[in-house]
């Protein structure tokens, strides 16, 4: 008669077999959980100082090299391009709007925010996971003319070699938002 089960084996081999099985899925663990960035995390988008603790929490959690380009070919609109190893994973820009212009419409024409997404009690931010929106106050804007008929948002979103994380994207935008607002182009001088 066969025996079927663990009655045939002796304590040893279960033992040893147990102890390889342990191993090799503690093995495995570590080694998707311990990643590591190559690059150093920046303190600036472009040129407007942010936190790199702000950046961390949603720029990728691997790479080796991370690099920004500054886009400025559109009149009223400055982006900064986070690239990761030669991919994009975060874009921030600064655009002007028409003066009647409102939150909800900037947030429903990106990525990564949806109207029904987070919008603050003073209506100033939208949020997402991936997206973001802020409204700069700017006191002195360096064209004058827009001090009066414009409006200007900050936006940020990221790609999907990003980490989505909506607290830290509220965080990111409100930061952002400020620094913009002390920039040269809201203070009108340098």
């Not at 025996?3 to 102890?19: D, I, P, Q, V, Y």
Request: aromatic fraction near 6%; proline fraction near 4%.
């Amino acid at each position: 008669m066969k025996r079927f089960g663990t009655a045939g084996r002796s304590s040893k081999t279960l033992l040893w077999t147990s102890m390889a099985a342990a191993t090799a899925l503690g093995i495995s663990a570590c080694t998707t959980s311990e990643v590591e960035r190559g690059y150093k995390i920046p303190e600036a988008l472009c040129d407007t100082p942010v936190s790199p603790r702000l950046l961390e929490t949603v720029l990728p959690a691997a790479g080796e090299k991370i690099s920004m380009t500054p886009k400025n070919d559109v009149s009223g609109i400055k982006r900064c391009r986070v690239m990761v190893d030669g991919k994009l994973a975060l874009s921030a820009s600064t655009e002007w709007w028409g003066k009647e212009t409102t939150l909800l419409k900037v947030a429903s024409t990106m990525r990564g925010v949806k109207l029904d997404d987070r919008v603050t009690e003073d209506r100033r931010f939208a949020y997402a996971e991936k997206g973001a929106v802020g409204r700069v106050e700017c006191p002195n804007p360096t064209v004058a003319s827009r001090k009066t008929e414009g409006a200007l948002y900050a936006t940020i979103w990221i790609t999907d070699e990003g980490t989505p994380n909506e607290s830290a994207m509220k965080d990111l935008i409100t930061a952002y938002t400020a620094a913009v607002t002390a920039s040269v182009e809201c203070a009108g001088s340098e």
